[in-house]
């Protein structure tokens, strides 16, 4: 559940660049 929430973190952070959010969002799974 923990790792759910840093993942939706993440993605609010990362709502300007999509470029960004792709390496995020890959990193957090």
Do not use: F, P, S, Y
Not at 1 to 29: F, H, P, R, S, Y
């Amino acid at each position: 559940m923990i790792q759910v929430k840093n993942c939706l973190i993440i993605d609010t952070e990362t709502n300007g660049d999509t470029e960004n959010q792709t390496i995020l969002e890959v990193g957090a799974i």
